[in-house]
C-alpha cells in the first residue's frame, strides 16, 4: 500500500521569501512517481512538478524546485520568492510505475499555505 | 488548447435522488480518473478508464456509484439514491497514456440534503 503524508496543516510565509513544503512517503512499489498539486479556493487541482523515483537529479519548475530524498523518503517541495498568488492548498501524491500496477495517484492531506504581503 | 472540463460545477440534491456528473478530457488522453475530496481532504481514487474500458473501479464506495465511458472519451459518474455522505467534491482527470501527469478539471460540488 502506498501512504503520503503531509506534517503541516498550515505554513505562513511572507512576499518574496522561500518555503518548503514537507511531504514524506511510504510505498513497497520499486518504480513510482511524485507529484505537486496546487489548489486555489476555486477547486481546480494545478499541477506543479513531478519527480520519477529513478531520476538522478531533482525536479525543477521555474519557482518550483522538488528535494527528493530516496533514503529519507522524502519529497518536499521548494517555493522560491513566493507570491501573493501562491497562497493555497497544496498537495503532494504519488503513484506506483510498476507493469500492471495501480495507475491511481495516492494523496496526501494538504498543506494551507499563506502568503503575507 | 482546452483543458478537462466538468459539468455541473456544483449540484444540490435531496437525499435520495439520482444524479450524474459528466467529465470531457483532454482531446486525444486515454486516461481517465474520478476522484473524490471530502472537505479539508485530499481526493481519494474512485474509480480508472482506459479509453471504453474501466479497468479499475477498487474506489467506488458502495453499488449507489456507477460510472461509464462509452465512447471513449466522455465519462459519466452516476450516484443513485444519494445519502448526505456523497457530499464531496468530484474531480475528474485526464492523461495522455497510463503512467503520465493526471490533469485534473475544476470538479463537481455535489450537497445532499
Known amino acids: 500500500a502506498q501512504k503520503i503524508t503531509q506534517t503541516q496543516p498550515g505554513m505562513f510565509v511572507q512576499e518574496k521569501e522561500a518555503v518548503t513544503l514537507d511531504c514524506t512517503y511510504d510505498t513497497s512499489d520499486p518504480s513510482y512517481g511524485l507529484f505537486w498539486y496546487k489548489q486555489p479556493s476555486s477547486g481546480e487541482m494545478i499541477f506543479l512538478i513531478y519527480?520519477?523515483?529513478?531520476?538522478?537529479q531533482n525536479a525543477t519548475e521555474g519557482r518550483y524546485s522538488l528535494n527528493f530524498q530516496k533514503a529519507r523518503k522524502s519529497a518536499n517541495l521548494v517555493i522560491s520568492a513566493s507570491q501573493l498568488g501562491d497562497s493555497a492548498m497544496y498537495f503532494c501524491?504519488?503513484?506506483?510505475?510498476?507493469?500492471?500496477?495501480?495507475?491511481?495517484?495516492?494523496f496526501g492531506k494538504g498543506t494551507k499555505l499563506t502568503v503575507n504581503p | 488548447g482546452a483543458g478537462v472540463s466538468q459539468s455541473p460545477r456544483y449540484k444540490v440534491a435531496k437525499r435520495g435522488q439520482d444524479v450524474a456528473l459528466r467529465c470531457d478530457p483532454i482531446s486525444g488522453h486515454v486516461s481517465l480518473f474520478w476522484y473524490q475530496q471530502a472537505l479539508g481532504q485530499g481526493p481519494e481514487f474512485l474509480t480508472y478508464f482506459q479509453n471504453e474500458a474501466q479497468l479499475d473501479k477498487s474506489g467506488l464506495p458502495s453499488d449507489r456509484f456507477f460510472a461509464e465511458r462509452p465512447e471513449g472519451s466522455v465519462s459519466t459518474l452516476k450516484i443513485q439514491r444519494t445519502q448526505q455522505e456523497d457530499s464531496a467534491v468530484y474531480l475528474c482527470?485526464?492523461?495522455?497514456?497510463?503512467?503520465?501527469?493526471?490533469?485534473f478539471g475544476p470538479g463537481t460540488r455535489l450537497t445532499v440534503l
Open positions: 519527480q520519477g523515483s529513478y531520476d538522478q
Open positions: 501524491a504519488m503513484r506506483g510505475l510498476t507493469q500492471g500496477g495501480s495507475e491511481k495517484l495516492v
Open positions: 482527470a485526464s492523461s495522455l497514456a497510463r503512467t503520465d501527469t493526471q490533469y
